[in-house]
């Protein structure tokens, strides 16, 4: 192992930790609203879906919107990746990410549908919002890479013991790479290999 600032750093990116909540928050929020609305519950089915619309909006918007300033300042100071950087394929960040928060969906999964008892398919709705606002941060995190022709990593020490928080207290700064680095585009979705001629 190198010295000092040299030492081996794991690497991962900001864009897949965020993103990696995304399909599981929605598929578990669908399949609890379309349970849900199977009970009548005290409100009435109207009502609830209703409210549930509202809340998946106020989900998807307090998601997708919390914290950018603290990304922007962080993505404006990331440092250059060096060469005894080790870059996380995007696998097993995702990995790393669902494996810790299992049983933290699975709980939200299980409130979803025991709610529906009251307002009915509203506690889906709400998971499925923010499902979609980790969708649209990711995007958006996508869009500040492309401007500034760099993607964003952060250490994996830095990160929470389940693998989420990349713009926690625990994290200092992020470190950038080209635009080419690593096995996820921009925005943390998989890298579409170039069709062969």
Not at 70 to 87: C, I, M, N, P, Q
Not at 170 to 183: C, E, L, N, P
């Amino acid at each position: 192992m190198a010295r000092g600032d040299r030492r081996v750093q794991g690497l991962a990116r900001v864009a897949v930790v965020v993103r990696a909540g995304a399909a599981p928050l929605w598929w578990a929020g669908v399949f609890a609203a379309g349970i849900g609305v199977l009970v009548p519950g005290v409100t009435g089915r109207r009502i609830g879906v209703m409210a549930g619309a509202a809340l998946f909006v106020v989900a998807v918007a307090v998601v997708a919107l919390s914290r950018r300033k603290r990304y922007t300042a962080l993505a404006r100071a990331a440092s250059r990746a060096g060469r005894h950087d080790v870059l996380q394929d995007r696998g097993v960040t995702v990995r790393v990410w669902r494996r810790g928060h299992r049983w933290w969906l699975l709980l939200a999964f299980a409130a979803a549908l025991g709610s529906a008892f009251a307002v009915p398919a509203a506690g889906g709705m709400l998971l499925a919002g923010c499902g979609t606002g980790l969708r649209l941060k990711a995007a958006w995190l996508g869009r500040l890479e492309r401007a500034e022709d760099a993607l964003l990593w952060v250490r994996v020490d830095w990160l929470a013991g389940n693998g989420g928080r990349p713009a926690g207290k625990a994290v200092k700064a992020y470190r950038s790479t080209g635009i080419a680095a690593g096995d996820a585009a921009p925005g943390g979705a998989r890298r579409r290999t170039a069709a062969l001629v």
